[in-house]
């Protein structure tokens, strides 16, 4: 009896010493204010500082640079560093040509109701009984037809 009042009166010690702790203090007005950590990061408006970097064609006004090369810079072998680094030039304008010519037919899309006119779709059905079912396809180096003029293959032939 002794041992079974002391084992009980030791599951009610250590399971006081997990118990919350009441407190009789007033919570503080700091804590009651501060913002949590995701309400200070969902608050964030991480694109206001510039507002045009989504927009194609930003990257011109970006500072972006190809490093330089320096003494201990990689040089593959059979350049001297100053080929190499035309090379790395002509990289680098290569790379902007394309990106200004890609920024020069943002936003030019084909017409909708255009495309349709010009397809007959608000007329008639014959689009749908054409091979290409309406679509427009793109153009190939060689006439697939199966039509064989010999002005073309002669021209084909002696090109090669």
Request: hydrophobic share 35%; aromatic share 12%.
């Amino acid at each position: 009896m002794k041992y079974s009042v002391v084992a009980f009166i030791a599951v009610l010690a250590s399971a006081s010493a997990f118990a919350p702790q009441l407190s009789n203090g007033r919570v503080s007005t700091e804590l009651a204010e501060k913002k949590t950590f995701f309400q200070t990061v969902f608050d964030m408006d991480l694109f206001a500082p510039v507002a045009d970097q989504n927009d194609y064609g930003a990257r011109s006004k970006k500072n972006l640079a190809t490093g330089k090369l320096g003494s201990s810079s990689y040089v593959p072998a059979g350049l001297t560093k100053a080929q190499y680094e035309g090379v790395r030039a002509g990289d680098d304008q290569k790379k902007k040509s394309n990106y200004q010519k890609n920024v020069a037919k943002a936003g030019k899309f084909l017409d909708y109701t255009e495309f349709y006119i010009k397809r007959g779709t608000d007329t008639s059905d014959s689009w749908n009984k054409s091979v290409t079912k309406g679509h427009r396809m793109a153009k190939t180096k060689y006439d697939w037809s199966g039509v064989k003029d010999e002005n073309k293959m002669g021209e084909w032939f002696s090109k090669k």
